[in-house]
T-cell receptor
Framework: KAGVTQTPRYLIKTRGQQVTLSCSPI?????VSWYQQTPGQGLQFLFE???????NKGNFPGRFSGRQFSNSRSEMNVSTLELGDSALYLC????????????????FGPGTRLLVL | GIQVEQSPPDLILQEGANSTLRCNFSDSVNNLQWFHQNPWGQLINLFYIPSGTKQNGRLSATTVATERYSLLYISSSQTTDSGVYFC??????????FGKGTRLSVIA
């Protein structure tokens, strides 16, 4: 099976612009989560989607938004970019077993490195 | 929400040495995972271990849920083990919360 893919891998934008990042989960996975990783704040949760519905949202301003499509692919959008949005954005899809013994494995994509100038 | 703390923050080992990384969490969890992030940024899931002990080659992990901690053991370390090790936990259907990680450097 192909792993989680993210596009683009690298991106340079200027303040005030907007950006859209894409994530394709592993085939058959319906859950997609997004994380922001910075040296100062570490890995912070952005959103989680399951079957096109947002299940959880992290503590980020409204400039950060996301969605999931019927084929489980997900996009996140950041509007009005700020310098502090420079980060590695990671997407993960989740496999799990709903019945005992419960098991969950999170698979991460390679990330999108965003630099805001 | 749940708090996850990892120690030590940094660790330097000679190749062949063993190490123990610790993860403390502030509340009962139904999900605890260990990850390794390589120098290129790729995060790899190592263990799903909300309780008990698991082993995979030179790596093993133990979670004592009643005392709210988990340990990751690395034996006979190799330079390819270098990177950052993260512990992440969740309670119920809340988001997975990551610790700040332990940066491991294995020197030949």
């Amino acid at each position: 099976k192909a792993g989680v893919t993210q596009t683009p891998r690298y991106l340079i934008k200027t303040r005030g612009q907007q950006v859209t990042l894409s994530c394709s989960p592993i085939s058959g996975h319906r859950s997609v989560s997004w994380y922001q990783q910075t040296p100062g704040q570490g890995l912070q949760f952005l959103f989680e989607y399951f079957s096109e519905t947002q299940r959880n949202k992290g503590n980020f301003p409204g400039r950060f938004s996301g969605r999931q499509f019927s084929n489980s692919r997900s996009e996140m959008n950041v509007s009005t970019l700020e310098l502090g949005d420079s980060a590695l954005y990671l997407c993960a899809s989740r496999s799990g077993r709903a019945r005992y013994p419960y098991q969950e494995t999170q698979y991460f994509g390679p990330g999108t490195r965003l630099l805001v100038l | 929400g749940i708090q996850v703390e990892q120690s030590p923050p940094d660790l330097i080992l000679q190749e062949g040495a063993n190490s123990t990384l610790r993860c403390n969490f502030s509340d009962s969890v139904n999900n605890l995972q260990w990850f390794h992030q390589n120098p290129w940024g790729q995060l790899i899931n190592l263990f799903y271990i909300p309780s008990g002990t698991k082993q995979n080659g030179r790596l093993s992990a133990t979670t004592v849920a009643t005392e709210r901690y988990s340990l990751l053991y690395i034996s006979s370390s190799q330079t390819t083990d270098s990177g950052v090790y993260f512990c992440a936990a969740r309670s119920g259907n809340t988001p997975l919360v990551f610790g700040k990680g332990t940066r491991l450097s294995v020197i030949a």
